[in-house]
């Protein structure tokens, strides 16, 4: 019984330094649309600051708070930087760019603080007065618990005053529900939008800096954080705040209460309680359905017609160079150009359901995994040669996608996205964890291509075919009636639905085409690297895939290839050459996202082409 | 930070420079292929890669390998077992490197290994800890210099059954490191004190540890002891957490890789008294070889040494030593010269040897108790592992590892022989200890 309580007490404490942070990202999406994925960095920084503050004082408990409060706000005003250089130029893009910007400010962050302090884990100081336990049912519980366990609900007390009692609040929920609607009635929406922003990354810094007493601050924890968090503000309802409490209460408290019972499911636990909510609550605890399913970004009526002749003159012209140009270079032109390829196809697969079919995925890298898998497995149980694998990828990772499908394609917009993602998580566990199947971590050796493959010129080839094939059978599938309906469903539901196309039905098909497509790169990128491991159905997978189709332009068909080699071929070429790389990466997409927000491709389209709306 | 970084784009711009073409005859730099996750793990690799510069320095600055400079070409696989082979395949191709160096994680070491054995190149595995690199998954090409899961785990399983302590709980990482410590430590120390329990086995996400609910958890079973394999972040969360609970209090602990500055030092004074561990107590360790070593590296960096400053430092050596045998770069013969190949570690202790029989090393680690001084950590009353001593016997490990030449690991033949005997077990419990067995660091 003690041992019960003291339990529960550990939930609430946790619950409240994962509160802290979600409410930030919950209030910013509530209102400026933007799945803000440096929100993690922002928390990392108020850790990292807060330290170096209260290192410097001497050890008094006002100066400490102080010191906490301060880097709270220093924070915020990265946060409000961030939004006025970054965020304010894009918010016209189409929907989920702006995860593009605020992923290269990811990149940046993690660099900049490597490079300011230092690559070991610092553990700062704790409370002043606080340093000790208490005795709760003959139990030592620490002080600072406690004052977490307080935390939480004082801050959702002045939100809750702040949003109910002031004016400022009032425009802040009113913007929340209808932002249009707010704006026509006048109010300046630049000023709102930054001071939201000021508050979600004060929020953010806040729970960092919290933590300083509690635990190590180190590098890891920005990605660390951020899918929980994400989970937390889904399940709770994006852009509600005491969704977002209910949320970290509930995801806390199995966390604690489930290493009991079950010790070695903690990775896979969140997702499954997300995917278990969503499925039956689309919209989360206690999230209300948008009043726009797509308030972000106009939607334009395109890909209508055949592509322009200089188009498909400079599709054939890149053909022939793809063949040409690696047999003419090295091995390594091979392995470069084979990744590629098959990347083109994995972005494709994924543009077909988002672009066309407005259905974001956060977790298609789990389709790509599934159909590397299948290939490696059916080698290792079976003995099965390249040639069954390839073929049985698209079908397992199509059945994947079946499956998932059937509970994702009902859902809208990023609550859709998120239940890709608890799926894509669950996978990887999977993977992660039945080590006597999957061999877990460690992976699957020894997938290398059958005989006639195995020079990498021909695999090359051999990998090429397949992909142009993929990719121009999906761009195919877009300009069928089957990509018509695509469209439909994607922009007015009650329409299409009226015109007698079953929406559902569409999607789920999308869906699983997609995953098929997916399947089939990954079961290639198996053979090509001779080993398949969790890492392919890893979150960052399904995160490069999302940014190929962003940084390419997601409303154009050319998109996604443009995005994929332009994103594989940025990164490989700094990894070689730079050593802080990764700062370099994400000034470029920062770069490339203010030049193009509509994406290179789209970019493109819109000067070359003369089609602009502009 | 600036030297290292200007090394870097030295070697950077070498790199470039020496693109495919260049002439491969006598007088030509013998060049290094290093893969590493410099950016997913700085806090081991950042002082690993100036260890490694000084011995590289050190090497070029005695005449290099019969006049021929050595050479490192650095790539950041971030982390990711796909990126290490793509690199493995670029530093080969393209860059013409001689042999590859370096893995962090088990799964980037084992990638690398499988490249290696397909593509025959040699590769040395600085420090990932898999049992599975060298025994289920070994190949000629592969050699390995750190001490491994298993070796770790029975330099503290010795320890452990040497204190009264019957109830046992573990803390480890969920991934295969931490699940083949707790598994091996298991499996020795059961077998050294028969009458051991296992009361309660906490196994939190690698980063992501709940620690006050860890502790309470470990708590609640009432161990006697406890075997500790999380490090880093966790480590600490886990620490500050237990001491403010009293978990450690009038409890015998067993913790692995805690005494590495890497991960002792965070703690600052709060580092718990009295643990028995497995580190490098740098500044205590007095052998001829091992002052000169911290000298020049203190003098070259302003800092003092971490571990990974020494499994750098020993990775270059053992190349080195490995060239000068061999004579010539020809693979087959670089690694018929690894074989029982022996070099001087920076620790001083004695040669240390590649040995031909599973292609481990028998560098060995440091081990002793934790206390503090001065506001800080150390170990004291520590010893010399020597790791030749913690090594299953000759036959044991030749049932472990596929044997003749390189190929795909066949079936392991019979399981270990320990104090139980040598009764086979059936098929598929095997091949799942195998499976198990492997770990990263």
Redo the contacts between chains.
């Keep these: 019984m003690e041992?019960l309580v003291?339990?529960f007490l550990?939930?609430l404490?946790?619950a409240s330094s994962l509160f802290l942070v979600a409410s930030g990202l919950t209030i910013i999406f509530g209102v400026t649309r933007v799945v803000n994925f440096a929100h993690g960095s922002l928390y990392m920084l108020g850790a990292y600051i807060a330290l170096t503050i209260v290192e410097q004082l001497p050890r008094d408990p006002w100066l400490y708070w102080s010191g906490i409060l301060a880097a709270a706000v220093a924070v915020g005003i990265i946060g409000v930087a961030i939004e006025v250089l970054l965020l304010r130029r894009i918010y016209h893009a189409p929907e989920l760019f702006q995860l593009l910007a605020t992923f290269g400010v990811v990149l940046v962050i993690?660099?900049v603080a490597?490079w300011i302090w230092g690559?070991?884990?610092?553990?700062g100081p704790r409370a002043p007065g606080l340093?000790?336990?208490v005795e709760i049912l003959g139990?030592?519980?620490?002080q600072?618990?406690l004052l977490l366990i307080a935390i939480g609900p004082i801050v959702l007390l002045l939100l809750w005053l702040l949003f109910t009692r002031t004016r400022w609040g009032t425009l802040v929920r009113a913007a929340t529900q209808d932002r249009e609607m707010v704006a026509a009635l006048g109010v300046d929406q630049k000023w709102l939008f930054t001071s939201v922003f000021f508050l979600g990354a004060f929020l953010a810094g806040l729970g960092g800096a919290l933590q300083v007493a509690?635990?190590?601050t180190?590098?890891?924890m920005d990605l660390?954080i951020i899918a929980?968090v994400f989970v937390v503000t889904v399940v709770g309802g994006m852009g509600s705040v005491p969704g977002a409490f209910l949320a970290a209460l509930l995801i806390s408290e199995l966390?604690?209460f489930g290493?009991?019972v079950f010790?070695?499911i903690?990775?896979v636990l969140t997702f499954l309680v997300m995917a278990v909510v969503l499925v039956i609550r689309p919209y989360g605890l206690l999230g209300r359905p948008p009043t726009h399913a797509r308030a972000a970004g106009p939607v334009r009526a395109i890909m209508l017609e055949p592509a322009p002749r200089a188009l498909v003159a400079a599709g054939v012209a890149a053909l022939a160079a793809a063949i040409v140009l690696p047999l003419m270079g090295?091995?390594?032109a091979r392995?470069?150009a084979t990744?590629m390829v098959i990347l083109v196809l994995f972005a494709a697969s994924l543009h077909f359901m988002m672009g066309p079919g407005g259905l974001a995925s956060f977790g298609h890298a789990a389709y790509f995994g599934v159909g590397a898998y299948a290939g490696a497995l059916l080698l290792k149980h079976l003995g099965a040669p390249m040639e069954i694998g390839l073929l049985a990828a698209p079908l397992a990772a199509g059945a994947a996608g079946i499956l998932v499908g059937f509970f994702v394609v009902r859902l809208e917009g990023v609550y859709l996205a998120m239940l890709t993602l608890a799926f894509a998580q669950i996978a990887w566990s999977a993977a992660?964890?039945w080590?006597?199947v999957t061999?877990?971590?460690?992976?699957i050796?020894?997938v290398?291509p059958s005989a006639w493959a195995k020079d990498k010129s021909v695999y090359y080839l051999f990998v090429l075919a397949v992909c142009v094939a993929g990719t121009l059978a999906l761009r195919h599938a877009i300009h069928a009636p089957f990509g018509y309906a695509l469209r439909a469903a994607r922009d007015n539901r009650l329409r299409a639905e009226a015109i007698g196309i079953d929406v559902d039905r569409v999607r789920w098909a999308a869906f699983a085409v997609a995953a098929a497509f997916a399947g089939i790169a990954g079961a290639l990128?198996a053979y090509a690297?001779?080993?398949v491991?969790p890492?392919?159905l890893a979150i960052?997978k399904s995160v490069d895939a999302l940014l190929m189709v962003l940084l390419g332009g997601i409303e154009t068909l050319s998109g996604p290839i443009v995005g994929a080699l332009v994103f594989h071929g940025l990164q490989?070429q700094l990894?070689?050459?730079v050593?802080h790389?990764?700062a370099a990466m994400g000034l470029v997409i920062i770069g490339l996202v203010l030049a193009f927000p509509q994406g290179i491709a789209g970019f493109v389209r819109d000067r070359g082409w003369g089609r602009g709306r502009r | 930070m600036n030297i290292e970084r200007r090394t870097f784009l030295a070697a950077g711009a070498a790199a470039t420079l020496g693109a495919p073409a260049i002439a491969r005859g006598q007088g030509a730099a013998i060049r290094i292929g290093e893969i590493n996750s410099y950016t997913a793990q700085p806090a081991f690799l950042a002082p690993y890669r100036n260890g490694w510069n000084l011995a590289l320095e050190e090497a070029n600055a005695a005449g290099g390998i019969g006049g021929r400079r050595l050479e490192t070409v650095f790539r950041d696989d971030a982390g990711k077992p796909e990126d290490a082979v793509r690199f493995a395949g670029e530093l080969i191709t393209a860059e013409k490197v001689d042999l590859l160096s370096g893995g962090f994680l088990s799964n980037v070491g084992l990638a690398i290994a499988d490249y290696a054995n397909q593509n025959k190149r040699l590769y040395v595995a600085s420090e990932p800890l898999s049992d599975a690199l060298v025994w289920g998954k070994g190949n000629r090409y592969t050699f390995r210099l750190r001490p491994s899961t298993y070796m770790q785990a029975a330099m503290l399983a010795e320890e452990a059954a040497k204190v009264d302590a019957k109830r046992w709980a573990i803390v480890s990482p969920n991934y295969e490191y931490g699940q083949s410590a707790a598994k091996w430590f298991k499996e020795l120390l059961t077998r050294m004190k028969p009458g051991v329990e296992f009361v309660a086995e906490q196994f939190p996400a690698l980063g992501r540890i709940d620690a006050g609910a860890t502790v309470q958890a470990v708590e609640q079973a009432r161990p006697d002891a406890i075997f500790n394999v999380t490090f880093g972040g966790d480590l600490t969360n886990f620490v500050r957490q237990g001491n403010t609970r009293g978990l450690f209090e009038k409890r015998f602990v067993a913790s692995m890789l805690t005494g590495e500055p890497e991960y002792m030092d965070p703690l600052k004074d709060e580092c718990p008294e009295g643990w028995v561990v497995t580190g490098y107590p740098w500044d205590q360790i007095q052998t001829a070889n091992h002052r000169r070593f911290r000298e020049a590296y203190q003098k070259r960096f302003n800092d003092y040494p971490r571990l990974g400053s020494v499994v750098g430092y020993d990775t270059v050596v053992s190349i080195v030593a490995m060239l000068r045998k061999a004579g010539t770069t020809d693979t087959e013969k670089m690694v018929d010269a690894m074989k029982g190949l022996a070099f001087e570690s920076a620790f001083g202790e004695g040669p240390v040897v590649y040995r031909a029989l599973d292609h481990q090393a028998t560098l060995g680690a440091y081990v002793g108790k934790t206390t503090l001084k001065g506001g800080k950590g150390i170990m004291v009353g520590w010893r010399y592992a020597d790791g030749a001593k913690y090594l299953p016997s000759d036959d044991v490990v030749r049932t472990l590892r596929p044997q003749g030449g390189g190929g795909p690991a066949p079936a392991v033949r019979r399981v270990l022989r320990g104090a139980g005997g040598g009764r086979p077990r059936r098929r598929f419990a095997r091949d799942r200890r195998w499976n198990f067995s492997s770990s990263s660091s």
């Design positions: 041992f003291i339990q550990n939930g404490a946790s993690e660099d490597l690559p070991e884990d610092r553990l340093r000790g336990a139990q030592r519980f620490p600072y618990e509690r635990a190590p180190t590098l890891h660390d929980e966390h604690a290493i009991m010790p070695k903690t990775l090295g091995d390594y392995i470069m990744e992660f964890q080590v006597d061999g877990g971590d460690n992976g050796l020894g290398w990128f690297k001779g080993s491991f890492t392919y960052p490989e990894v070689r050459w050593e790389w990764r």
